[in-house]
T-cell receptor
Framework: DAGVTQSPTHLIKTRGQQVTLRCSPK?????VSWYQQALGQGPQFIFQ???????QRGNFPDRFSGHQFPNYSSELNVNALLLGDSALYLC????????????FGNGTRLTVT | QKEVEQDPGPLSVPEGAIVSLNCTYS??????FMWYRQYSRKGPELLMY????GNKEDGRFTAQVDKSSKYISLFIRDSQPSDSATYLC??????????FGSGTRLSIRP
């Protein structure tokens, strides 16, 4: 049973560039959430997708956008990268049932230089 | 004030000791409470998941939730070096946004 998979594992970008991160949810899950984890901090909620729509959003600027595909996989896009966007980006999946906990992938380590 | 407060540690204990990890929170609407373990260069791994107040036990791990005090705990019995990791408490009102603590770094000395 494949868990949550994310790609790429590492990425180095330059300020001002754009980046796309990808996520495949755990089998049987239909909801994808994205989190940003700065070094030494807990994950911060970016947004959540199900039924191919953004359902809830955290306190992140519009430079952060996403998409969910019919097969439930998801992308996170970040435009006009800033040095402060350097972090571990985590994808988590769940089922829409209220009692379904989040299962995380191993993340994409983004470094902005 | 953060919604969820967690002592960052680091916490170092000898192998076999009982470990106690704690978080406090301010939002009385939180209903779901979780503990995640995160090894270096890995994503968080779900350890315990509880709804509302009470205790839950799973092997060497026990989670406690006291909603009246807005306080949650994770106890690890017979701690092992493999338990060395960062432990994140997390909570939510419902099925969407989860709020995490900043994590406690735990080291188990052989």
């Amino acid at each position: 049973d494949a868990g949550v998979t994310q790609s790429p594992t590492h990425l180095i970008k330059t300020r001002g560039q754009q980046v796309t991160l990808r996520c495949s949810p755990k089998s049987g899950h239909d909801t994808v959430s994205w989190y940003q984890q700065a070094l030494g901090q807990g994950p911060q909620f970016i947004f959540q997708y199900y039924e191919e729509e953004e359902r809830q959003r955290g306190n992140f600027p519009d430079r952060f956008s996403g998409h969910q595909f019919p097969n439930y996989s998801s992308e996170l896009n970040v435009n006009a990268l800033l040095l402060g966007d350097s972090a571990l980006y985590l994808c988590a999946s769940s089922h829409r049932r209220r009692d379904s906990p989040l299962h995380f992938g191993n993340g994409t380590r983004l470094t902005v230089t | 004030q953060k919604e969820v407060e967690q002592d960052p540690g680091p916490l170092s204990v000898p192998e076999g000791a009982i470990v106690s990890l704690n978080c406090t929170y301010s939002n009385s609407a939180f209903q779901y409470f979780m503990w995640y373990r995160q090894y270096s260069r890995k994503g968080p791994e779900l350890l315990m998941y509880t709804y509302s107040s009470g205790n839950k036990e799973d092997g060497r791990f026990t989670a406690q939730v006291d909603k009246s005090s807005k306080y949650i705990s994770l106890f690890i019995r017979d701690s092992q070096p493999s338990d060395s990791a960062t432990y994140l408490c997390a909570m939510s009102e419902g099925a969407s946004k989860i709020i995490f603590g900043s994590g406690t770094r735990l080291s188990i000395r052989p």
